[in-house]
């Protein structure tokens, strides 16, 4: 069954400091992970996704097949980034995410 | 281009009745999945549309049903509403049918059922 785990529903960093959101996912096939993020009073979006290999804001997560896990990092955090962030599972074909329960992140000025 | 669009914002029902969200997919876009969000559970799969077909469902009753017209439009239906189904109803849209695309949310429903 697929399942995603994000083990810290809080998470406080101070402004500069290096932040690691963690997620780890069960799942018997090829997995797509994305990170989504929520800012206040916004929607939810995508802030990155393993296949795309790219930074986004700062951001990185690497798939790590042997360990299961996709865990988000960024070296400097900055108070902006204070929002939710959600690890989500996508299926082999059909458009259905499976979500962890998210981490909710404050950068300490 | 216009995001994905939900209506109502808002809305209040009593226990027993039934509601319709509507959600607007962003133009192009043929895939339209819907989540429910409540503080206990998170963010949950409900089911999703493509090409006006249900292609996959969640693990929810039958009282939450949904369907798709020829523009990519969806609606869902709750019928029989239970406290239980207060929570934000979030749709997303996607351009093909496949699990390795991105999803595009809306801003939510917010459902209060007294």
């Known amino acids: 069954a697929q399942r995603v785990t994000q083990p810290e529903k809080l998470l406080s960093v101070f402004k500069g400091a290096p932040v690691e959101l963690k997620c780890n996912y069960s799942?018997?096939?090829?997995?797509?992970l994305f990170w989504y993020v929520q800012y206040s009073r916004q929607r939810l979006q995508l802030l990155l996704r393993?296949?795309s290999r790219e930074s986004i804001k700062g951001f990185t997560a690497d798939l790590n097949k042997g360990e299961t896990s996709f865990h988000l990092k960024k070296p400097f955090a900055q108070e902006e980034d204070s929002a939710m962030y959600y690890c989500a599972l996508g299926g082999d074909w059909a458009n259905n995410l499976f979500f962890g329960t998210g981490t909710r992140l404050t950068v300490i000025p | 281009k216009a995001g994905v669009t939900q209506t109502p914002r808002y809305l209040i029902k009593t226990r027993g009745q039934q509601v319709t969200l509507s959600c607007s997919p962003i133009s192009g876009h043929r895939s339209v999945s819907w989540y429910q969000q409540t503080p206990g559970q998170g963010l949950q799969f409900l089911f999703e549309y493509f090409s006006e077909t249900q292609r996959n469902k969640g693990n929810f009753p039958g009282r939450f049903s949904g369907r798709q017209f020829s523009n990519s439009r969806s609606e869902m239906n709750v019928s029989t509403l239970e406290l239980g189904d207060s929570a934000l109803y979030l749709c997303?849209?996607?351009?093909?049918?496949?699990?390795?695309?991105?999803?595009?949310f809306g801003a939510g429903t917010r459902l209060s059922v007294l």
């Open positions: 799942y018997s096939g090829s997995p797509e």
């Open positions: 997303a849209s996607s351009t093909q049918g496949s699990g390795k695309n991105i999803q595009y």
């Open positions: 393993h296949i």
